[in-house]
């Protein structure tokens, strides 16, 4: 079967391949302020594809070490089993907090957010760890990161999710970065047990 390809198929696997890419654009909107548009689209190996696509607006307020973040996603979905599509809106809130420590950096984001569209609109809780280390700035190779986040479903009353993921970000322009990752998401609910992904995320900060 050639990977990712876009026919769907009546038995859903209950591991997959995938690979996730983003865009985040992102404008200063004052010394604390800013703004940033984000694209996103995730394509699977043996799923009808796009599985997702997505994009949306975040605003982040920075005060001292924390970070309030507030999140609007158009998305649109595609059954696994059928290949139906259904569009979704996802609403969201976050505070992060963040500790720096030379060159490491310490992160944990707390993440409220509501899919409008699904039955019963269900809201979901994640929090997310992550860990930063900073190289010289003076290569193009730039930084290594990973992170741990885990996902409550207020519907289930049960903890549904784990993503697993560890990069390296790597600078392509003094305003534009590329950060490639392997991620590994468990599910204890829906159709796919497990995923196995590659991610690229493209960041741009416009001047």
Do not use: C, H
């Amino acid at each position: 079967m050639a990977p990712y390809s876009s026919t769907a198929f009546a038995a859903v696997p209950p591991v997959d391949g995938q690979l996730w890419s983003e865009l985040d654009v992102t404008r200063s909107i004052g010394t604390d302020l800013s703004a940033t548009a984000i694209v996103t689209s995730r394509f699977g190996n043996d799923l009808p594809n796009p599985i997702l696509t997505a994009g949306g607006l975040q605003i982040d307020y920075l005060f001292g070490r924390w970070t309030a973040s507030t999140t609007g996603y158009y998305v649109s979905v595609r059954n696994a089993e059928t290949g139906a599509r259904k569009a979704l809106w996802l609403p969201a809130a976050a505070l992060t907090y963040e500790i720096e420590l030379r060159r490491l950096t310490l992160s944990d984001r707390n993440r409220v957010e509501q899919v409008e569209g699904l039955p019963g609109s269900p809201m979901r809780y994640r929090n997310r760890a992550g860990i930063q280390w900073r190289l010289s700035d003076q290569t193009e190779f730039t930084e290594v990161f990973a992170t741990d986040e885990v996902f409550y479903d207020f519907s289930k009353d049960s903890w549904t999710r784990n993503r697993v993921q560890a990069g390296l970000q790597f600078r392509l322009q003094s305003d534009a970065k590329l950060q490639i990752f392997y991620m590994r998401q468990n599910n204890s609910y829906g159709t796919l047990d497990r995923l196995n992904v590659l991610g690229l995320t493209l960041q741009i900060a416009l001047k």
